[in-house]
């Protein structure tokens, strides 16, 4: 369902945050376009229930009752309720995102975010007055959404709109307290006690997320695509206790709880229950499907035998450790890290981009509760999320069976949560299934992959010498069952595939070459709301040199080993590898990778129009503006009395057309106001006031007020 916010005064939707200019701004997209966050219209609604409820005579227990199960429980894990919120834009915001780059590439300034701001935006100050005299540092300057937009002779009102998603549907009472509780919702924003954030809403509560099924998998792999919709925290702890930090990727684990979560909900099972079913066993719980790590773009982790130099330019070469240069030896190098894709030399770094938003709360959440009457203050945080509009790639393995079921039951394309605070203003993404496309760096032996480092351009590959590359963490067990990470249970894993005695020797592991870190997984079970215990493992870009052997084809081998990969709970995406032809290059070339952004068009939308309209109405008002300044500084004007010149200040601001102004001037005709106008030549010989397209208001506005810095300029310095 769609809910539309129509302003009718000022709003300061604030951010929380200010500036050196600007003590109270409202929050907005990268972008420019100023927005209402999800989760605080969702409080608001959930405030305006709450009195509905109390106006149409119903007790609180009703009350708690029917808005947690709209809104959720505070503080649950599980019951979200049965709304999702998301962001609040402008009205067709949708298309705007389309046309914009396209448009910010042909007129890069007249769309850039400090100029759309102005667009959508005005300020204010105001001070506090204590027996009629300002309050000292009371002074404020907040900046406020417009609650109409000008452009020519038209006015029209600004409208947010945003969907509100239904986790369940609801039923005919529920639908009408919300309608209700939206009608009721009136005021949004800091100081709406003060004359702001005066708003007029409605709902349709018409939905069109229906399942698209047309897709059968042909293979024993499909291609899965995730689009972000929204703002998406995938959480990660990092030590910092205020802020909540995003994973850059979308783990295999994380993605077969989602798809769990919608097979639970269009199969009509449930948590306790799911188990018992033979198709949700066999995809979810018995390790014969495997769902891989989604990447942004398709890129991987750069492999960690690429480093870079330390305290050099961000843009210098980087060097493969394994064999570096004669000549620097002794300099010390660091990975490079993050993600990308790599062709021969050329390595192109992709990642994806994430924003911080700025969050508070307080104790009591009651309506208009002020914190000064609190004994405890609120609280502060900050989220960490991916950007919407970006896109993350990965695959589903599997039985063609198995694959087929899980697709059809949830189907192939359709929109869900994902992260934390899904219920209000993050979470929202697409996924669409896909068939496999075979590519031209794929063979027959499972080699020249994507991140191709160095491998021989034959497949032949006499010395045997590979490059072993970690795409995803690596768990391995040790002869106890617990999980280890070191070198011999690497190679003893690795025996499955290979024979590996000439790297076995008197009981002690060797390899040619590592470039190796460690790290830990963690993973949270929503079932039983609890974290597993933390397993070493192997970080994902690890990187291992080594001289395989096979008893029987070497290429068979490492086809086998690349699909089944290596390792612990590879159904959940761990243990992902690749092998390369080895051929050690000293040097790469970085390049940093475009973001990717919504396909562009050149399709005409309104609100674009009209922030360029506006745009070639203030500089051509700046340019008459620089005109009438010029034109002011000439001496004969300067015989004009200050008296004469705030009187036609008021003529030209009170008079509504040209046709007023000229008759005011054609009174003064033989009077010595009209002959001091003749002098000077702002009047004709036909004693016409100099009024027309190129000197409007605006201009003469302008003329007459510099005129009169200019008087008093020099009458200073006569003075």
Not at 54 to 59: L, R, V
Not at 145 to 172: A, D, R
Not at 510 to 516: E, P, S
Not at 658 to 687: C, F, Y
Request: hydrophobic share 35%; proline share 3%; net charge neutral.
């Amino acid at each position: 369902m769609k809910l539309k916010i129509t302003l009718q005064s000022y709003m300061l939707a604030g951010s929380g945050e200010g500036g050196s200019l600007i003590d109270t701004d409202i929050v907005f997209h990268k972008t420019g376009f100023p927005y209402l966050p999800g989760r605080r219209v969702k409080g608001l609604l959930k405030e305006n229930l709450f009195e509905v409820m109390e106006m149409k005579g119903y007790d609180e227990t009703e009350i708690c009752k029917k808005v947690n199960t709209l809104f959720g429980k505070e503080g649950a894990e599980q019951n979200e309720g049965k709304l999702g919120f998301r962001n609040f834009y402008v009205q067709d915001w949708e298309n705007v995102k389309q046309a914009l780059p396209d448009k910010m590439e042909k007129n890069p300034f007249v769309y850039s975010d400090e100029n759309i701001k102005q667009f959508y935006t005005t300020e204010i100050q105001q001070t506090a007055i204590v027996n009629g005299i300002a309050k000292p540092t009371s002074l404020r300057n907040y900046r406020v959404i417009k609650s109409f937009l000008f452009n020519k002779n038209e006015t029209k009102p600004l409208i947010f709109e945003g969907n509100i998603g239904e986790n369940e549907p609801l039923e005919q009472e529920e639908k009408e307290l919300f309608n209700e509780a939206v009608l009721n919702f009136r005021y949004a924003g800091t100081r709406r006690n003060r004359g702001f954030g005066k708003i007029k809403c409605s709902i349709d509560f018409s939905s069109s997320n229906e399942l698209g099924k047309d897709f059968e998998a042909n293979s024993d792999t499909i291609d899965i695509e995730i689009r972000t919709l929204s703002p998406v925290v995938l959480s990660q702890q990092l030590g910092e206790k205020n802020t909540v930090f995003t994973e850059k990727i979308i783990s295999g684990n994380r993605l077969r709880g989602l798809l769990a979560s919608q097979y639970i909900k269009q199969a009509a099972l449930t948590f306790k229950n799911a188990h018992k079913d033979d198709s949700f066993f066999n995809i979810f719980l018995s390790g014969k499907v495997s769902f891989e790590s989604l990447y942004y773009n398709g890129s991987t982790p750069l492999p960690l035998h690429i480093h870079k130099y330390k305290n050099k330019k961000a843009e210098d070469d980087l060097v493969n450790v394994f064999k570096k240069p004669e000549d620097k030896k002794d300099e010390i190098t660091k990975p490079e890290g993050g993600f990308g894709t790599i062709n021969g030399s050329n390595i192109l770094i992709s990642k994806p981009h994430t924003t911080f938003f700025f969050h508070n709360s307080r104790p009591n959440r009651s309506a208009g509760k002020s914190l000064e009457e609190e004994k405890e203050g609120g609280s502060i945080f900050y989220y960490e999320a991916l950007d919407e509009e970006q896109v993350f790639l990965g695959k589903i393995k599997g039985d063609v069976k198995l694959l087929n079921k899980l697709v059809q039951t949830i189907g192939n394309k359709i929109k869900l949560q994902i992260g934390r605070s899904r219920s209000a203003q993050y979470g929202e993404v697409e996924l669409v299934f896909k068939e496999t496309e075979t590519t031209n760096n794929s063979n027959s032996n499972g080699l020249g992959m994507k991140g191709n480092i160095g491998a021989d351009t034959n497949n032949a590959n006499s010395s045997n010498t590979y490059l072993l590359i970690l795409e995803t963490p690596l768990i391995l067990l040790n002869e106890y069952g617990e999980a280890e990470a070191n070198g011999k249970n690497l190679l003893t894993e690795l025996k499955k595939y290979f024979s590996l005695a000439g790297f076995v020797e008197n009981g002690e592991t060797k390899t040619l070459d590592v470039a190796a870190a460690f790290t830990t997984v963690e993973q949270y079970n929503a079932v039983w709301q609890s974290k597993s215990s933390k397993m070493p493992a192997y970080k994902e870009g690890s990187a291992f040199v080594l001289n395989l052997k096979s008893a029987t084809d070497i290429e068979t081998a490492i086809q086998k080993a690349t699909k089944e990969g290596l390792g612990e709970y590879k159904e959940q995406g761990f243990g992902k590898i690749r092998f390369e032809s080895y051929k050690a290059i000293d040097i790469f070339k970085k390049h940093e990778a475009e973001g990717n952004k919504p396909t562009g068009n050149n399709a005409s939308v309104k609100i674009l129009d009209d922030i360029l309209a506006q745009y070639k109405q203030v500089e051509k008002n700046t340019s008459k503006k620089a005109n009438a300044i010029k034109d002011a500084q000439q001496k004969k004007y300067l015989d004009l009395s200050n008296h004469l010149i705030g009187r036609m200040e008021r003529m030209i601001e009170t008079k509504a057309t040209g046709a007023e102004v000229q008759n005011w001037i054609k009174d003064t005709m033989g009077k010595p106001a009209g002959e001091k106008l003749s002098k000077v030549g702002l009047v004709n010989r036909d004693h016409k006031f100099m009024f027309d397209d190129d000197h409007d208001t605006i201009y003469w506005l302008t003329f007459f007020r510099m005129l009169r810095k200019l008087k008093k300029l020099k009458e200073e310095n006569n003075g």
